[in-house]
């Protein structure tokens, strides 16, 4: 009898740049190859392909894009490019000529089709299995979840809309479907994202959709209260300030999602959010947070912004300090104008010198961190859950509902028992610095 002859399945190895709408890109890319029979590889030595999603929003980032494509090539030489920076393969074709081939954003049927002409799939039913909840490339405890894409705001900073298109919304019963599946696979934080959390369903005029023998709204409140209904913790990211947001405010409050919410107001100066083209009615902000602190006491509000930016003056910066002493935002990044090639704003002025930049930013840290310093340290003495990030068996990372991994604070914990990564445990807070907080398990 003649053994059956079996080929070995095709290796992918892959590079995810970028945001974490980005991150979500690249995890169905996966999820579709790997039920396709491709493995994963960790190295691009010994591939079949490497696919390197890239991000082209800041000049900085295209670098570290065509530094990536450049390794790839260097190590393995067959190489497939996807994400922003494809939107505009001039640049990657100049750099890289011999890439096998370039794709935009979103382009899933694109990438598939490219890895098929690279290497064909060698698929077996009965062995290539994937999980219901698809590959993900973040902790097991937590993942993005990502409503929709684009973006219909023209921020004169920002290509975003050219590189993604305008807002295109899923509808809310696709959205609820994957967080059923995500939740039930043990993710225990779903971090809810796209380039305005705030308007989602605009574009499919609110339509409603099947789950759960009832009809959900596409619509940023509706979506938030069947969320909660899950049983995972919910936490809202790139919401801008429009006023239906006070009644998501108030689903923080009922302790339906978590009390955190993630506004990049890039600035506060009146002058300078006209020259940015910022939405939301920005300059009422300040009242819409005390505000939302009324409804909800406990809420966490972090934010970025751009210091540096073209026409800035020495007012507006000022301006800009004597608002964060006003509202008092629980944490903050802050970033120095850099150009975007194609942006509006490059082509505003004056332009404000790198040593003025760097000056401001120095500043503006300076003066969050004394703020923040201070809405820790009030924190102190309570007891609160905290998801556990990373573990060494009787102490552990963690962070609070008031932060969101990778870019807000953690929690220094200690314990009688082993910690597990994943675990929600209570923690008694001892003591704080600038950005962290310290306690105890109980």
């Known amino acids: 009898m003649t053994e059956p002859v079996t080929r070995d399945a095709p290796r992918i190895s892959f590079v995810s740049l970028g945001c974490p709408k980005a991150l979500v890109d690249s995890e169905r890319i996966l999820t579709h190859l790997r039920a396709e029979g491709y493995e994963l590889s960790r190295h691009h030595d010994g591939a079949d392909v490497v696919i390197v999603n890239t991000c082209g929003f800041l000049d900085s980032a295209k670098a570290e894009s065509l530094e990536a494509i450049g390794t790839a090539m260097k190590q393995n030489g067959k190489v497939i490019v996807t994400g922003c920076m494809g939107a505009e393969p001039e640049q990657i074709r100049d750099a890289f000529p011999n890439v096998l081939a370039i794709t935009g954003p979103q382009q899933y049927e694109s990438v598939l089709g490219a890895v098929h002409t690279a290497v064909p799939p060698a698929h077996d039913p009965f062995i290539d299995l994937v999980p219901p909840q698809g590959i993900k490339l973040t902790p097991r405890h937590y993942a993005y979840l990502k409503i929709s894409e684009g973006c219909n705001n023209r921020c004169s900073f920002c290509i975003i809309p050219k590189l993604r298109g305008d807002l295109v919304s899923r509808p809310a019963a696709d959205v609820l479907r994957e967080a059923e599946r995500l939740v039930k696979a043990g993710v225990k934080e779903l971090l809810v994202i796209s380039q305005d959390t705030s308007a989602y369903g605009v574009d499919l005029k609110y339509a409603t959709s099947l789950w759960r023998d009832r009809e959900v709204r596409a619509k940023f409140l509706d979506l938030s209260a069947a969320l909660g209904e899950l049983g995972a913790w919910v936490r809202m990211h790139y919401v801008y300030p429009y006023p239906h947001v006070d009644a998501v405010v108030e689903l923080m409050a009922e302790g339906k999602i978590l009390p955190y919410i993630d506004i990049p107001f890039q600035h506060a100066s009146p002058s300078v959010l006209k020259a940015m083209r910022r939405p939301g009615n920005q300059e009422k902000t300040a009242d819409r947070i005390h505000k939302w602190r009324?409804?909800?006491?406990?809420?966490?509000?972090?934010?970025?912004?751009?210091?540096?930016?073209?026409?800035?003056?020495?007012?507006?910066?000022?301006?800009?300090?004597?608002?964060?002493?006003?509202?008092?935002?629980?944490?903050?990044?802050?970033?120095?104008?850099?150009?975007?090639?194609?942006?509006?704003?490059?082509?505003?002025?004056?332009?404000?010198?790198?040593?003025?930049?760097?000056?401001?930013?120095?500043?503006?840290?300076?003066?969050?961190?004394?703020?923040?310093?201070?809405?820790?340290?009030?924190?102190?003495?309570?007891?609160?859950?905290?998801?556990?990030?990373?573990?060494?068996g009787l102490s552990a990372k963690g962070r609070t509902v008031w932060d969101a991994p990778e870019i807000d604070g953690s929690v220094h914990v200690t314990s009688r028992r082993p910690i597990r990564v994943g675990d929600i445990v209570t923690v008694k807070l001892e003591r704080a610095d600038p950005y962290d907080l310290y306690g105890q398990v109980v």
């Open 294 to 392: 009324e409804i909800c006491p406990d809420l966490a509000v972090r934010s970025t912004f751009i210091v540096g930016f073209p026409g800035e003056t020495d007012e507006d910066f000022e301006f800009l300090l004597d608002w964060l002493d006003e509202v008092k935002l629980d944490r903050v990044g802050c970033f120095k104008f850099e150009p975007v090639d194609g942006a509006p704003a490059n082509d505003l002025g004056p332009h404000v010198p790198e040593e003025v930049k760097q000056h401001r930013w120095d500043r503006f840290m300076q003066r969050q961190q004394a703020i923040s310093a201070k809405r820790l340290a009030k924190k102190v003495g309570r007891r609160v859950p905290v998801i556990i990030d990373e573990s060494n």
